[in-house]
């Protein structure tokens, strides 16, 4: 379960919002408004199906910027956000110091099966191809029977990312994921659709 390289999250936590910012600034938005409506979208899906997660676990959680939405959008009690940089969980403790949250690094999370929702947003394009269907694994070990595991990648057939991964420093040398890889991960951890 490591990302290609863990220690150059490191080297980019103080600037990681501003360096994915510039990479996303030819679409005209930035990565708080890509965050805030990836969980408002999945806010949408969840409350169709009657679902409220109280409790849920940010899988390469980086600085923590999804944190505030998890509460703010979803209504979440309590948000567990795991990373393998320490010194982004460090920038996201600062940031996010008085909403209800765990920022732990992942070998130090033992999966229980006890939350509602596992979020990976942007995470599987940096695990080498060879670690996914473990790392997703994992996730299936976290979430409850009943629960969801929400995963968001970017689209490897799409030009405009392809192009705005190549602008981002440390999404060049990432390997996509296509939804058909995605979703034969998913069936290898028993994940239902």
Known sequence: MSIQDPHSFDSYAHTYEHTLDRGLAISGETVTFFA??????LGTRLQKFG???????D?????????SFFVDILG?????????????LAVARLKNSRLPVQYRL??????????????????????PVGERAGALGYMSDCVRPDGVVALWENNPW????????????????????TARQARALAIEAHLKF
């Not at 679902?51 to 676990?57: G, W």
């Not at 992942?106 to 940096?126: K, S």
């Open 36 to 41: 805030r409506e990836r969980i408002a979208w």
């Open 51 to 57: 679902l409220v997660p109280r409790t849920v676990l």
């Open 59 to 67: 899988y390469g959680c980086g600085t923590g910027n999804s944190t």
């Open 76 to 88: 979440t009690t309590s948000v567990i956000g795991l990373d393998l940089s320490a010194k982004s």
């Open 106 to 127: 992942i070998p130090e999370y033992a999966p229980n099966e006890a939350v509602d929702l596992v979020f990976c947003n942007g995470v599987f394009h940096h695990i």
């Open 158 to 177: 799409n030009p405009g990312t392809r192009y705005i991964m190549r602008r981002i420093p440390f999404d060049r040398d990432a390997v996509p994921m």
